[in-house]
């Protein structure tokens, strides 16, 4: 543990306790995309199935089951809750997110550290984890008008991973051996899609107006 990496898990929480906030409080789920929210369940459950096995610490358990139970919580909401489920834009939502899966699935297959379901599973949470933002980005950019607590949501999520690049750094340069090249390039193109988003919220910010991303 370090600075960077507890910074980029409290960024992560802070993330997901904004999007808890809309819908349970303002009962609203509108700019959120199911899609991004099921295939982040599917990151977090391929990736915590040594929860119970493979015990690390508390703060690593209580993380996951936090991570988990709110993807699970989240998802639950925008497909069942009466009043929540009618302000999701499902005629806006409509990248075919499963086209993300196989690939990356596949890819895992082909590349991992250990031929392990365990590690093969592991892996391929890592590749949709890099990829799983696409269709929110698309909605954004479809519905371009975006309301403050989405568009930190995205900021907060893309400020996660971004730190997270700092730890590894600094893990890189402070421990013996401290070499993970699949999580690194993941991670990278993950913060790349995130770029443009950031350009224009951090101009929004500056000029202090209403974020809006070009058609």
Not at 85 to 102: A, G, I, N
Not at 135 to 141: A, K, T, Y
Not at 165 to 193: C, D, F, M, P, S
Request: include cysteine; charged fraction near 15%.
């Amino acid at each position: 543990m370090n600075i960077f990496r507890l910074a980029g898990d409290m960024t992560h929480l802070l993330s997901v306790l904004v999007l808890l906030l809309k819908i349970h409080t303002i009962k609203s789920c509108a700019g959120i995309s199911l899609k991004t929210q099921e295939l982040y369940f599917l990151v977090f459950a391929t990736r915590y199935l040594d929860i119970f096995t493979d015990y690390i610490s508390l703060y690593n358990t209580v993380m996951k089951l936090i991570f988990l139970g709110s993807s699970f919580s989240i998802v639950w909401y925008m497909r069942h809750h009466k009043i929540v489920r009618r302000s999701y834009d499902k005629e806006q939502d409509t990248f075919r997110h499963f086209f993300l899966v196989l690939p990356c699935l596949i890819l895992a297959l082909l590349i991992h550290e250990k031929f392990t379901l365990k590690e093969v599973l592991w892996t391929f949470s890592i590749y949709l984890e890099a990829v799983a933002i696409l269709p929110q980005l698309v909605l954004l950019q479809r519905t371009r008008n975006i309301d403050n607590l989405t568009g930190q949501y995205v900021f907060l999520l893309g400020c996660y991973r971004s730190l997270y690049i700092l730890n590894w750094i600094y893990r890189y340069l402070t421990e013996k051996n401290y070499v993970h090249w699949i999580t690194w390039i993941a991670g990278l193109v993950q913060t790349a899609l995130y770029a443009d988003f950031f350009y224009y919220y951090l101009r929004s910010w500056k000029n202090n107006v209403k974020l809006e991303l070009p058609a």
